[in-house]
C-alpha cells in the first residue's frame, strides 16, 4: 500500500468532512492516484464527503476533469437517494405518530443532518425504535399496507417503502452482553427528557439525548468490528456527533456509561482514530485517551474491512460458509477479531457469538 498516497486520503477526508484546511501546494496527484482516491472512497461509502474537499484544493490539485465529471454524477445520484429518503422518513413518521406510537429515528439520516452538507453523506437504510407496545403497532400496521415485512434475527425487521429499506428495532443498543441489559434499560429511562427534535422536510422527527446518541453510534462501531468490520463513514458520523454535541453532553456521565457497560478501553481506541485520521479535535472528546493509546492496528482492520467489512481484499479468495456469514472465510474472520478485541472489550467479544446465535430462534417474531 501506498502509505503517502493513504495519507493524502485522509487529508481530503478531514477537509471535506470539516470544511477547512487544504493541500500542500506541492501536492499533485497523477490521474492513475486520483483513481486509487475514488477506488478507496466507494467501499468506505464517504466519496460525497470527499468530494466536498474539491472546493478546498487549487485548480491544479484536482481530479482529472473526467474523474470528476464521473464523481459528480455519483454525488448528485447520493443527494437524489437522499431527499427521497428524507421524504419517506417525514411520511413514516406522521404515519406513525398517528397510530398513538413515538418512534426514535436511529442512526442514518439522524445523524446525516450533523454534517456541514447533510446530502453528501450516504445512507444505506433507515433505522425506526419503537418503545413499549410501538413495535408490534407498527409491525401491524405495515403488514395491514400489504407490505412484505420480514422479522429478522436480533429483535429487528424490515421491509420496502417506496424503493426504500426500512428497519424496526425492538432494541435500542447494539450489545449483545445479557448481563448489562437492564441497565441499557434504565438509561434509555433515564434520558426519555433530553430526546432531541431534527427538522426532517418540516416534520419534527424524535432523536436519542446526545449520550445516548453518541454511545449508540459508539457500540454500532464495536459490534460490526468484533464481526467483519466498518468502514470510515461511521467514524466521521462519531466524529460529527462530538463535535456538535461537545457543550451539551455529561461528560462524566457518558464516561460512566462506557465503563459500565464494558467498553471504555475500546472507546479510548476509537477516540484515538477520531482525533489522528478523522479531524477531530481533541478539545470536543468528553475525556482524554491514555497517553499509551495505541489503535494503529485497528485502523489497519477498518481501511481493510470498508463497509461492514465486505471489500476485504485479504479474504478475497476465501470460501463463504452461508451457515456462518456470506462473508468469505466467515469463521477464521470471526475468530481472529474476538481474539483482536477481547482485551478491549472483553464481554462483548465473549457473548457476541453466543446471543446472535440465540437471537435466530428466540429473537424473531412470527405470526
Known amino acids: 500500500m501506498d502509505n503517502q498516497l493513504r495519507d493524502i486520503f485522509f487529508q481530503l477526508l478531514r477537509i471535506g468532512l470539516w470544511g477547512q484546511g487544504g493541500l500542500s501546494t506541492f501536492t499533485q496527484l497523477t490521474e492513475r492516484e486520483w483513481a ?74 439522524g445523524v446525516a443532518q450533523f454534517y456541514l452538507n447533510p446530502l453528501h453523506r450516504i445512507c444505506g437504510d433507515i433505522d425506526w425504535h419503537f418503545e413499549d407496545n410501538g413495535y408490534s403497532v407498527a409491525r401491524n400496521y405495515i403488514k395491514e399496507q400489504g407490505i412484505t415485512v420480514e422479522d429478522t434475527k436480533s429483535f429487528s425487521l424490515h421491509y420496502n417503502w417506496n424503493n426504500q429499506f426500512i428497519e424496526h428495532h425492538k ?20 434520558y426519555l427528557k433530553k430526546q432531541g427534535i431534527l427538522k426532517i422536510e418540516h416534520v419534527s422527527v424524535r432523536i436519542l439525548a446526545p449520550e445516548l446518541q453518541l454511545f449508540q453510534v459508539n457500540s454500532h462501531i464495536l459490534k460490526h468490528l468484533i464481526t467483519f468490520g466498518m468502514g470510515l463513514r461511521q467514524f466521521c458520523d462519531s466524529a460529527r ?22 467498553i471504555l478501553k475500546w472507546t479510548h481506541l476509537l477516540h484515538q482514530i477520531l482525533v489522528d485520521y478523522i479531524g477531530l479535535s481533541k478539545s470536543h472528546l468528553p475525556f482524554a485517551y491514555p497517553a499509551h493509546t495505541n489503535s494503529d492496528w485497528m485502523l489497519e482492520e477498518i481501511w481493510y474491512g470498508g463497509n461492514f467489512g465486505y471489500h476485504d481484499e485479504r479474504y478475497a479468495e476465501g470460501k463463504v460458509n452461508s451457515t456462518v456469514s456470506v462473508h468469505p472465510d466467515g469463521a477464521k474472520r470471526l475468530w481472529r477479531n474476538f481474539k483482536r478485541y477481547l482485551p478491549y472489550a472483553p464481554q462483548e467479544a465473549i457473548f457476541f457469538p453466543i446471543m446472535h446465535f440465540y437471537s435466530k430462534f428466540l429473537g424473531i417474531d412470527r405470526d
Not at 477506488?39 to 484536482?62: K, M, R
Open 171 to 190: 432494541q435500542l443498543f447494539d450489545l449483545r452482553n445479557p448481563l448489562i441489559q437492564p441497565y441499557l434499560r434504565s438509561i434509555s429511562k433515564l
Open 241 to 262: 456527533l462530538y463535535a456538535q454535541y461537545s457543550n451539551q453532553i455529561d461528560a462524566e456521565a457518558l464516561k460512566k456509561i462506557y465503563q459500565k457497560t464494558g
Open 36 to 109: 486509487q482516491i475514488y477506488a478507496w472512497a466507494i467501499p468506505h461509502t464517504v466519496e460525497g464527503i470527499i468530494y466536498d474537499s474539491f472546493a478546498f484544493l487549487n485548480e491544479d490539485q484536482l481530479p482529472p476533469k473526467s474523474l470528476r465529471l464521473k464523481w459528480a454524477v455519483r454525488v448528485d445520484q447520493i443527494e437524489r437517494y437522499n431527499i427521497q429518503m428524507n421524504k419517506v422518513i417525514a411520511s413514516q413518521y406522521e404515519a406513525f405518530t398517528a397510530l398513538g406510537i413515538q418512534p426514535i429515528l436511529q442512526k442514518g439520516q
